[in-house]
């Protein structure tokens, strides 16, 4: 049971222009967003994150939208920087005391000069 | 204050072995989480543990196991080493704060030959 999808594996911008990655989920019970950023040969690293009650949250060039109807979050860069080449993966937690991170596959965002 | 250690950084080991991974938590952190990476499958959580005790865990064989020490400290074990375990294995602790902050160590590079 695929709870979340991450539906492109790979996508490729411009500089200076917008990253918009997607992710899709089923579960209506999850109740906290997360995304995070990773290098290679590093551990995935926190780069912004929005709860339930929300529909915006905003850090900096990063602004991630969530569509409680459409079951949709996404995250978008603007403008995209050459050092925000790397794979996103979306997280999704779920209600309750016994907290579990549901993940994303990832997406491998290639910003090019 | 320092990050999340994961020991050791690249490991090789043969088929049929069995391998034990350690994790050290920030400190103050209670929740230990610990996922594998492969090319394609995105983060595939293994389980999380929240003092001392497993909390959850995921859809793994039961070669796959882990503990949580009364420091918080983690370590996963795994036995009868097949080739497909070869993997990325990432450790992630947590305070257990409903606003999260999963702190990710670089992980563990497993080659199994």
């Known amino acids: 049971d695929q709870q979340v999808k991450q539906n492109s594996p790979s996508l490729s911008v411009q500089e200076g222009r917008i990253s918009i990655l997607n992710c899709d989920y089923t579960n209506s019970m999850f109740d906290y967003f997360l995304w995070y950023k990773k290098y290679p040969a590093e551990g995935p690293t926190f780069l912004i994150s929005?709860?339930?009650i929300k529909d915006k949250n905003e850090d900096g060039r990063f602004t991630v939208f969530l569509n409680k109807s459409a079951k949709h979050l996404s995250l978008h860069i603007v403008p995209s920087q050459p050092g925000d080449s790397a794979v996103y993966f979306c997280g999704f937690s779920l209600a309750g005391n016994n907290r579990k991170l549901i993940w994303g596959l990832g997406t491998s965002l290639a910003v090019n000069p | 204050k320092a990050g999340v250690t994961q020991t050791p950084r690249y490991l090789i080991k043969t088929r049929g072995q069995q391998v034990t991974l350690s994790c050290s938590p920030i400190?103050?952190?209670?929740?230990v989480s610990w996922y594998q990476q492969t090319p394609g499958q995105g983060l595939q959580f293994l389980f999380e543990y929240f003092s001392e005790t497993q909390r959850n865990k995921g859809n793994f064989p039961g070669r796959f196991s882990g503990r949580q020490f009364s420091n918080s400290r983690s370590e996963m074990n795994v036995s009868t080493l097949e080739l497909g375990d070869s993997a990325l294995y990432l450790c992630a602790s947590s305070p257990d704060r409903a606003d999260y902050g999963y702190t990710f160590g670089s992980g563990t590079r497993l080659t199994v030959v």
């Open positions: 929005i709860s339930s």
């Open positions: 400190s103050g952190h209670r929740s």
